[in-house]
């Protein structure tokens, strides 16, 4: 059995959006759908000595224009500098940031990208690089798509060849699940509870940070701390 998942791309995700991507045989980037502003398309939260914070990629966005995320285009070239040494600021004392930082020293400073989309694959495939996951990554530009929400992720499992698809528990509200039971295809969500906690910097502890955190702080062990491995 073929088991496919379809998310948007999101800025360094958390750790359960890598659990979602080492789940299934291929991990469809969504990004035909529309740019939704204070989201995670574009930002993420890290752990600082003063609290949480957010990285933000800076992004045009063209008012009330329907704006698909793969149409979206940075709007300041100078974030990935400003990002860096964000992290070096917050991270430069946990554990295992010298392992890792020529690695993430490069992704950032050489990532000339100017689209939103592309910069998010950039660090999505290369952190699932880094944690050795192996699942296929593919867009949603690469296949027709249909009309209708449900309809849509089901011609999407169909042209892929899935015959499982694993969905975020956030689904639940909109989608019609005796379309898949129809087409044959089973449908599961993924459950994100029961996550242990790690070595973590500045407490209290946070699950819902970048998964950059979990790598600085458990390097070769963070799997460990993952659903999926």
């Given at each position: 059995m073929k088991k496919v998942a379809i998310v948007q791309s999101n800025y360094i995700p958390w750790k359960g959006y890598f659990d979602l991507i080492n789940m299934v045989d291929e991990f469809i980037l969504y990004d035909d759908m529309q740019y939704t502003r204070r989201d995670w398309r574009n930002r993420n939260i890290i752990k600082t000595r003063s609290g949480l914070t957010k990285?933000?990629?800076p992004v045009q966005v063209k008012g009330k224009y329907f704006q698909?995320?793969?149409?979206?285009?940075i709007s300041d070239p100078g974030w990935a500098k400003e990002h860096w040494a964000t992290i070096i600021h917050s991270y430069s004392k946990s554990k295992y940031f010298q392992d890792y930082r020529s690695f993430f020293e490069s992704l950032y400073l050489e990532c000339?990208?100017?689209h939103l989309s592309k910069i998010n694959f950039r660090?999505?495939?290369?952190?699932?690089?880094?944690?050795?996951?192996?699942?296929?990554?593919t867009w949603s530009m690469d296949y027709r798509l249909d009309e209708g929400k449900t309809e849509r992720l089901i011609a999407l499992c169909k042209q892929s060849g899935a015959s499982e698809y694993l969905s975020g528990p956030s689904a639940k509200d909109y989608m019609d699940e005796s379309l898949f039971r129809k087409e044959g295809i089973v449908l599961?969500?993924?459950?994100?509870?029961g996550y242990a906690e790690y070595s973590q910097l500045y407490p209290p502890?946070?699950?819902?940070?970048?998964?950059?955190?979990?790598?600085?702080?458990?390097?070769p062990n963070a799997r460990q701390y993952m659903k999926s491995f």
């Open positions: 990285l933000t990629i698909k995320i793969n149409e979206t285009v000339r990208e100017g660090f999505i495939d290369a952190i699932c690089r880094t944690l050795e996951i192996n699942t296929k990554l599961r969500y993924m459950d994100y509870s502890f946070e699950h819902g940070v970048s998964i950059i955190d979990l790598i600085f702080n458990e390097g």
